[in-house]
């Protein structure tokens, strides 16, 4: 098991700032564009990792320590962004983005003691019984998912305009 606590928030701290000095002052062009019908935009996105913050990462860490097994994570419903009429400019949801996630790593930097038993369990209900450290390991692989996915959605943009170079370019194979 590769997994550090401390490793984890490097990463989970470091996504606000990834996010705002790749999609800080981009055009709609770039924030709307997507890999087709029923895929993602990248606004879609951040607003998915929003969501995320607000509604699956730290309830499920708090049902794992406060309940354990004794009843099924909360759910999250991984399509609710998707509900949201509003649609506030990138600016103001990366904002929204970073202070969510200075909350919750200040809420993880909390629990973050000796007493902090990273093979605690509750059931997922889908999985079944995970282990928190398996929890908080997937919130990190998730940023980097979608960050990943952010990159090679704007990169598809101009897969048609690159000519011959798409060769070179392993983001456009995939």
Do not use: C
């Given at each position: 098991m590769h997994f550090k606590l401390s490793e984890a928030i490097e990463v989970l701290s470091s996504t606000p700032a990834a996010l705002q000095a790749f999609l800080s002052g981009l055009s709609e062009d770039w924030l709307k564009c997507n890999e087709g019908e029923g895929t993602w935009n990248v606004s879609e996105v951040v607003d998915h990792l929003i969501e995320g913050e607000k509604s699956n990462w730290i309830p499920r860490l708090e049902s794992i320590l406060y309940e354990g097994g004794s009843k099924p994570l909360p759910p999250f419903d991984r399509y609710a962004h998707l509900n949201e009429?509003?649609?506030?400019?990138?600016?103001?949801?990366?904002?929204?983005?970073?202070?969510?996630?200075m909350q919750n790593i200040d809420k993880i930097k909390a629990l973050a003691d000796p007493s902090?038993?990273?093979e605690r369990t509750g059931i997922h209900p889908e999985f079944g019984e995970v282990k928190l450290s398996e929890l908080?390991?997937?919130?990190?692989?998730?940023?980097?998912?979608?960050?990943?996915?952010?990159?090679?959605?704007?990169?598809?943009?101009?897969?048609?305009?690159?000519?011959?170079?798409?060769?070179?370019?392993?983001?456009l194979k995939k």
């Open positions: 009429q509003l649609n506030p400019p990138i600016e103001q949801r990366l904002r929204e983005f970073k202070a969510l996630r902090l038993h990273l908080l390991s997937t919130w990190v692989v998730h940023d980097l998912t979608h960050l990943s996915q952010i990159a090679r959605v704007m990169a598809n943009r101009y897969k048609a305009d690159v000519g011959p170079w798409v060769e070179y370019l392993g983001i």
